[in-house]
């Protein structure tokens, strides 16, 4: 199991929570990681000059912080490279299907009371909820 950190936790909410409501102030954007990507892959006029910078900073911050000196976690990550590949395949499936990803739904939408990503939001947690379930408690404990 993981620690329970309450402090960094909220630290982390009230930071995504101020970049969110920055990008949407100051240029009427919605932060939704998957659409960001999508811009960044099939350019429009002007979107790319903030979505490229925005997508980098994602990637940069983990190693400036671990170069800082703060410690990385290490994921564990499951050793088939099959199975990654088709959960990655899947949750880009479910993106698309949904019109967009946790961030842009759960954050952005549920925030903005949009109805649509409010069920887009819930269908990601139960989904989340059977899923851990099935692998941490059915699947895990087949022969």
């Known amino acids: 199991m993981t620690e329970f950190t309450p402090i960094s936790a909220g630290i982390g909410g009230v930071l995504i929570g101020l970049a969110v409501v920055m990008l949407m102030l100051s240029i009427g954007r919605v932060a939704g990681i998957s659409g960001i990507a999508a811009g960044v892959l099939e350019p429009q006029r002007g979107e790319w000059t903030w979505q490229l910078p925005f997508l980098i900073g994602l990637v940069a ?3 400036l912080m671990h170069a800082a000196g703060y410690p990385l976690p290490h994921p564990v990550m499951p050793g ?3 199975l990654i590949a088709m959960a990655g395949l899947v949750v880009g499936f ?3 299907l949904s019109g967009g990803c946790t961030s842009g ?3 952005c939408g549920a925030a903005r009371l949009s109805s649509r990503s409010i069920v887009a939001t819930a ?3 139960i989904v ?3 899923v851990v379930a099935l692998t941490h408690h059915v699947i895990a404990g087949m022969p």
Do not use: V
């Open 61 to 63: 911050a983990p190693p």
């Open 105 to 107: 739904h759960g954050i």
């Open 80 to 82: 088939s490279t099959t």
């Open 128 to 130: 989340a909820m059977i």
């Open 123 to 125: 269908t990601f947690m």
């Open 94 to 96: 479910g993106t698309r």
